[in-house]
T-cell receptor, first 115, second 115 residues
C-alpha cells in the first residue's frame, strides 16, 4: 500500500520567514496530494491540494510543488504569521480527486511561528 | 463546499459501554465516508471506509466486530464502538467528499474517553 513520509516533525520559524515541509510517497499510482492544517483539538482543514498533472500551485502565501519523478511534494508558506502555528499533514490518494478515494497521511509537522 | 457534521463532539463513559458516533453530509450525497482514529500528537489512521448500501471495508488490524459501521443512507454514516475499554479512548473523525472533484472534508471529530 501507499506510504507517505513527512519531514520535519517540528519546525520553528520567526514571524515573516518562510516555512517548507516536505513529503515523499511510495505509490506511483497516487495522483492527488492535499495538505491539511490541524489546530489543537480541531478537525483538519484543507489548505491547498495539487493533482499530478500540475507541477506547482499557489494560493496567496501558500504554495505546493510536486515532483512526480522523484515522488515528492512540498508545502511552502511565505511571510509566516503566528496564526500559521498548527500541525500540518500531507496526504496522497489515487484517483482524480480525494473525494471518493482514501487518503494516506504523513506523520505531521508541528509548525511554530515565533514573534 | 462539502460540509460534514459529526456528533457527539465529546463522550465520557464507563468501560463496557457502547458508543455511537454519527456523521452527516449536509449539502452533498456522501456515497463514501472514511473513518479515522487519531491519538494525541499523531497522524490520522484510516480505520475503515463505509459505502452507502454495502458493507464497510476495514483496514488491516481493525476489528470489524469492535467498530461497527453502518451507512444506510447517502447522508448518514455511523461508527459504533462496542463494549468500549480505556484503550479505545481516542479522537475519532470522519471525512467525505461526495463524488466528482470534491476534495475530502472532515467532521469536527469525537473525543472519546473511556473510564
Amino acid at each position: 500500500g501507499e506510504n507517505v513520509e513527512q519531514h520535519p516533525s517540528t519546525l520553528s520559524v520567526q514571524e515573516g520567514d518562510s516555512a517548507v515541509i516536505k513529503c515523499t510517497y511510495s505509490d506511483s499510482a497516487s495522483n492527488y496530494f492535499p495538505w491539511y492544517k490541524q489546530e489543537l483539538g480541531k478537525r483538519p482543514q484543507l489548505i491547498i491540494d495539487i493533482r499530478s498533472n500540475v507541477g506547482e500551485k499557489k494560493d496567496q502565501r501558500i504554495a505546493v510543488t510536486l515532483n512526480k519523478t522523484a515522488k515528492h511534494f512540498s508545502l511552502h508558506i511565505t511571510e509566516t504569521q503566528p496564526e500559521d502555528s498548527a500541525v500540518y499533514f500531507c496526504a496522497a490518494s489515487k484517483g482524480v480527486t480525494g473525494g471518493g478515494n482514501k487518503l494516506t497521511f504523513g506523520t505531521g509537522t508541528q509548525l511554530k511561528v515565533e514573534l | 463546499g462539502a460540509v460534514v457534521s459529526q456528533h457527539p463532539s465529546r463522550v465520557i463513559c464507563k468501560s463496557g459501554t457502547s458508543v455511537k458516533i454519527e456523521c452527516r453530509s449536509l449539502d452533498f450525497q456522501a456515497t463514501t465516508m472514511f473513518w479515522y482514529r487519531q491519538f494525541p500528537k499523531k497522524s490520522l489512521m484510516l480505520m475503515a471506509t463505509s459505502n452507502e448500501g454495502s458493507k464497510a471495508t476495514y483496514e488491516q488490524g481493525v476489528e470489524k466486530d469492535k467498530f461497527l459501521i453502518n451507512h444506510a443512507s447517502l447522508t448518514l454514516s455511523t461508527l459504533t464502538v462496542t463494549s468500549a475499554h480505556p484503550e479505545d479512548s481516542s479522537f475519532y473523525i470522519c471525512s467525505s467528499g461526495g463524488k466528482g472533484n470534491q476534495p475530502q472534508h472532515f467532521g469536527d471529530g469525537t473525543r472519546l474517553s473511556i473510564l
